[in-house]
């Protein structure tokens, strides 16, 4: 075998390996399912914001975009193994189903009807899922550096039995 053709075997696994690496984030990231989203508002805040109010504090150095949604997740759906560019409020609505959060140890915390949660950058990916009967309503406040097109990162499930 000449060694011309010995580097084109070399070559093919190895470009395939890398490929394969390439590839394998989106290959493997676990999308939604049962589990819509519709627009309510969006703006952005151009200037920096420090508000210190009580026991509440917000602080931004930069812009930033501040984006609304709504989210019906029906029984069994899930938002799949995700997470964000910058800090989500997440409000569970009164009188409809609760919200099972997954986060990347696999660990299950379930959000009832009237309460909220955080997710932020940083926390590694979660999964909501709404194991109950009736439709889950969740309100959905984005905060992310402006010129953020992408507010939710698709990601691989981390080894938890959820999908």
Known sequence: MTSRKIRAVIRSPLLALVLIAVFAGSALATGATDFTTTGLAQGT???????????IKFHTKDPV????????????????????PGVVLVTVKENTGSVTFYDQDCEAT????????VEAAGDGPGLAR???????????????????????IDQPNPGCPQN
């Not at 975009?65 to 964000?84: A, F, L, N, R």
């Open 130 to 152: 709404n194991e109950g009967t009736t439709d889950a309503i969740v309100y959905v406040t984005f905060i992310v550096p402006a010129g953020t097109t992408a507010f939710r």
């Open 65 to 84: 975009i501040v984006k609304v949604v709504t989210i019906t997740i029906k029984p069994g759906g899930s938002s799949g193994w995700h997470s964000h």
């Open 45 to 55: 805040m151009s200037e920096s914001v420090k508000v210190k109010t009580g026991g």
């Open 110 to 117: 379930v959000h009832p009807s009237g309460t909220s949660f």
